[in-house]
């Protein structure tokens, strides 16, 4: 089961943090007496017994699902219905995941508006498979009122990479 | 009293403020009327406005938004059948049945009337609470800032998840997360790979809108079921239409007057709200109405009472945060994150230090309750249509929004990739039914929580009795006990035959 499998493993996700948390947090002071770093807890006990209570929780949680029968992760069946077409609907995810990244990543080498274009356009027209005119007239629309609201209304300065 | 009103008034009636005002609400009742993106999100978002604004604009503005999009949540709950907003839920039980009988107009002027009403009462009521709260507060030390903020993180778990062991682990991240950076006694740098930007810690805009924004999208671009649009039923044409008559305000009255009351005290518990307020208000006047029978079937006291109530949560959410400096839910939270990004601390001395900001906001949602009732009765046809604009344009723009307001916070990528980040995180989160409010509060308290405790640590000497020692603190941990120890005592009640009919508590472990 998909939910089952994908829950079990942000669960387990949330475990590896709060490990990595707990782990590093025991490098740093936890507790002074006296002297000159003062009294009580020091800079490692709230990272320590967050990661600690993470790593607990996330046990108890994988352990709660790996119980749970498929009737109570997917009361409503609706990862049956999802899965049927369940390649286009990660497709989407990896989709958007992607293009942020490169708009991420181009931002400051680029500039503002050509990365704008090639997050807003792709998206549009390849991922919500918008027409051409739509695709292109909204692209340039909020590309245009970002870009007026945040440089003329707001003071921002935006990169502006290959267009001096 | 009437002195401090005149300032504020002064303060929040400038044009420029009244014009960040009508932004607000409009705003707050656009962001209302689209399921998917609320006030969370969108206040996310605008943070980084609050950069170029001054403060009392700023949290004009973002209040606006708060108490505006209880009200566009009403339009798509009545017309569509879709809550627009958790709050307005509810109001899918009566005022989408009162649409269908050709009465849409009525739900939604009464639901108007109404939270125009109970906004204006908790309003006045934070004018005279916030005061003498606030001088009570100075009485407060880090042992009762720490028995507070426990007994706050405490409520927003057991009261508002539905899995406590989720939540717990959720707000476990915040702190983790809120650990980040400079540590606030001693400015020992903690899990900042050697990033220079790190050391002042994630930003909380940056935070929040990963999680409510961009996991927001990326979790309806998975379902494109979830993103598909119902028939609306006929909206309201004219103005008459939306005009409640005698025998309407006579089935509302009493409705309003308790879901205002009821909603106010469930805005001030920390863990409460808006969406808890508006579910009371429901039950309350089904157990009440003389004839139950109707409900379900359009009762119009279901769309009375819970709409007030929503909004009148709203006014008394901002009770702890401007008198204690305690965000009550996630939204007051962002409001604090918006007071700190311009170097002011909400709490006791507030009124002392930064009277104008004080009275500004709270005279600005007089304004606001004013601005909403008269913006909502005659524009219901745009936001109509607004609500007809197909997600699959919003969600590339609302992406765009949020990664371009991240990388303005501070003119940096890293923010950018952070934002993409924590927007998996709020995917899989969303997904998999892990709640954000816990973790955003926890990550906002964490550094100060860290900060009272080792204060009152280093005053007692090592020794944790102070927490009890002290009376207003003693009675907050007792209190946060036994919201802890609720769903035990009350699993024992029932299986001990004590209590035959009592509802188990919200949360369950697991």
């Given amino acids: 089961m998909m939910l089952k499998k994908g829950e079990l493993l942000t669960s387990l996700g949330f475990f590896a943090a709060g490990l990595y948390t707990a782990v590093k947090a025991m490098g740093f002071p936890i507790w002074a007496d006296s002297g000159l770093m003062g009294l009580g807890p020091q800079e490692g006990l709230f990272p320590l017994a967050a990661g600690a209570v993470m790593m607990a929780l996330s046990l108890v949680n994988m352990v709660h699902i790996r119980r749970m029968s498929p009737a109570q992760i997917d009361p409503l069946g609706e990862e049956t219905e999802e899965r049927k077409g369940s390649r286009p609907t990660y497709f989407r995810v990896f989709s958007y995941l992607t293009f942020m990244l490169l708009f991420g990543f181009l931002l400051v080498k680029v500039g503002f508006l050509?990365?704008?274009?090639?997050?807003?356009?792709?998206i549009l027209k390849f991922v919500e498979k918008q027409r051409w005119k739509r695709a292109i007239s909204t692209t340039i629309a909020a590309i245009f009122i970002s870009y007026f609201v945040l440089v003329y209304f707001l003071g921002v300065p935006l990169p502006r990479g290959l267009i001096k | 009293m009437l002195e401090n009103l005149a300032l504020g008034f002064s303060i929040s009636l400038s044009l420029s403020n009244l014009f960040y005002c009508f932004a607000g609400v409009f705003l707050g009742t656009l962001v209302g009327v689209l399921p998917g993106l609320g006030p969370?999100?969108?206040?996310?978002?605008?943070?980084?406005?609050?950069?170029?604004?001054?403060l009392v604009s700023a949290i004009i503005m973002l209040s606006g938004i708060y108490y505006g999009a209880q009200y566009g949540g009403t339009i798509t709950s009545v017309l569509l059948k879709i809550p627009g907003e958790s709050s307005t839920v509810v109001t899918v039980i009566e005022g989408y049945e009162m649409a269908l009988k050709g009465m849409a107009g009525k739900a939604l002027g009464i639901a108007a009337f109404g939270s125009f009403i109970a906004g204006s009462f908790g309003t006045l009521v934070l004018s005279l609470l916030a005061p003498p709260l606030s001088k009570m507060a100075l009485d407060f030390g880090p042992p009762e800032y720490t028995s507070l903020m426990a007994l706050g993180m405490t409520l927003v778990i057991y009261l508002?998840?539905?899995?406590?062991?989720?939540a717990i682990l959720m707000a476990a991240f915040g702190l983790a997360l809120g650990t980040i950076g400079m540590d606030p006694v001693n400015s020992f740098e903690r899990f900042t790979f050697g990033i220079s930007s790190l050391r002042e810690g994630i930003n909380m805009a940056v935070l929040a809108m990963g999680l409510f924004g961009i996991g927001e999208i990326l979790y309806l671009a998975e379902s494109p079921a979830a993103r598909a649009l119902h028939e609306t039923v006929k909206s309201p044409k004219k103005l008459k239409e939306m005009l409640p008559n005698q025998k309407d305000w006579k089935a509302s009255a009493w409705p309003i007057g308790r879901g205002t009351v009821?909603?106010?005290?469930?805005?001030?518990?920390?863990?409460?709200?808006?969406t808890i307020a508006s579910f009371a208000s429901y039950g309350l006047e089904k157990r009440l109405a003389p004839e139950s029978s109707l409900f379900g079937k359009g009762a119009i006291q279901g769309v009375a009472g819970p709409e007030s109530a929503n909004n009148a949560a709203v006014s008394g959410a901002f009770v702890p945060l401007l008198t204690l400096g305690i965000p009550a839910n996630v939204v007051m939270a962002l409001m604090l994150g918006a007071f700190m990004i311009h170097g002011v601390t909400p709490g006791p001395f507030i009124l002392k230090n930064h009277p104008d900001v004080f009275w500004?906001?709270?005279?600005?949602m007089y304004i606001g309750n004013v601005l909403l009732l008269f913006l909502n009765v005659p524009l219901i046809k745009i936001f109509v249509k607004i609500i007809e604009i197909p997600y699959v344009i919003l969600s590339p723009i609302i992406v765009f929004i949020c990664l371009t307001g991240a990388y303005t916070i501070n003119n940096n990528s890293l923010d950018v990739l952070l934002v993409i980040i924590f927007g998996c995180v709020g995917y899989l989160m969303r997904k998999y039914d892990f709640e954000g409010a816990p973790l955003i509060l926890a990550f906002v308290l964490g550094p100060l929580l860290e900060i009272s405790v080792r204060q009152s640590l280093i005053m007692s000497k090592g020794s944790p009795m102070i927490f009890f020692n002290r009376p207003i603190s003693l009675v907050l941990m007792v209190i946060a006990f036994f919201a802890?120890?609720?769903?035990?005592?009350?699993?024992?009640?029932?299986?001990?035959?004590?209590?035959?009919?009592?509802?188990?508590?919200?949360?369950g472990y697991g």
């Avoid at chain 2, 999100?41 to 609050?50: D, S, V």
């Avoid at chain 2, 508002?160 to 989720?166: D, F, L, T």
């Avoid at chain 2, 009821?262 to 518990?269: A, C, I, M, R, T």
């Fill in chain 2, 262 to 274: 009821l909603g106010f005290l469930l805005g001030v518990l920390p863990g409460g709200g808006a």
């Fill in chain 1, 114 to 122: 050509i990365s704008s274009f090639l997050l807003l356009f792709p």
């Fill in chain 2, 360 to 364: 500004g906001v709270i005279t600005s």
């Fill in chain 2, 160 to 166: 508002g998840s539905k899995s406590i062991s989720k």
């Fill in chain 2, 484 to 507: 802890i120890l609720s769903p035990i005592l009350i699993f024992a009640l029932k299986r001990w035959g004590l209590v035959s009919n009592l509802k188990e508590s919200k949360g």
């Fill in chain 2, 40 to 54: 969370v999100a969108t206040i996310a978002m605008l943070l980084t406005l609050t950069y170029k604004l001054d």
